[in-house]
């Protein structure tokens, strides 16, 4: 059961990281069709999300450490020795976040930083990720034992949303305000 949270929460991490990245190159790209204006945005992105993920994994699971290490102290467990697990590591559960997330993170990432074309390296950083969004929200789905199909649907919508408003917001800002980051090569 463990090692099945442990998996949920890496494919989610995962998941997380290629929403976020994605989303946010796709953004970017609504105000410039640089190359390294949407590689910048998605490595600070990806760095930044990194360090969140496990920063708060590290402190939810410390806490969560602190909490069963009281009891245990104050005597307060109701199992028998042979039912202890081990108490929870903070630093594996922030390191393994961090991981997920960037895995996630690294596919848009990789596939926009090779593509000179703004329509093409948009196009191409949506299907990847519309492809990743379906693995993950299928393997998400089967660890929590739902039916695959529906998981991959969900996901894939979810993170559809997020690219499309996140596209939209930026565009909308970057001709208000009449921001043009394209002239920079």
Not at 79 to 89: S, Y
Not at 172 to 177: A, M
Request: aromatic share 8%; proline share 2%; charged share 10%.
């Amino acid at each position: 059961m463990k090692r099945a949270q442990w998996l949920r929460a890496s494919v989610l991490g995962a998941n997380d990281g290629l929403v976020s990245v994605a989303s946010l190159m796709i953004g970017v790209g609504a105000a410039s069709s640089t190359v390294k204006a949407m590689l910048v945005s998605g490595l600070a992105g990806l760095v930044a999300g990194a360090c969140s993920m496990a920063i708060g994994e590290f402190v939810s699971v410390y806490a969560q450490y602190d909490i069963e290490k009281a009891m245990i102290e104050q005597g307060n467990t109701n199992d028998g020795d042979e039912n202890k697990e081990p108490l929870a590591n903070p630093w594996l559960a922030a390191g393994a976040s961090a991981l997920s997330f960037s895995i996630g993170g690294l596919l848009p990432l990789l596939a926009g930083a090779f593509i000179n074309s703004w329509s093409v390296r948009l196009g191409v950083v949506c299907a990847i990720t519309s492809l990743g969004l379906v693995v993950f929200g299928a393997i998400g789905a089967l660890l929590g034992g739902a039916k695959p199909y529906r998981g991959a649907i969900r996901v894939l919508i979810g993170g559809w949303l997020a690219m499309a408003i996140t596209y939209g917001v930026l565009k909308l800002f970057s001709s208000f305000l009449h921001v043009n980051l394209s002239s920079s090569g």
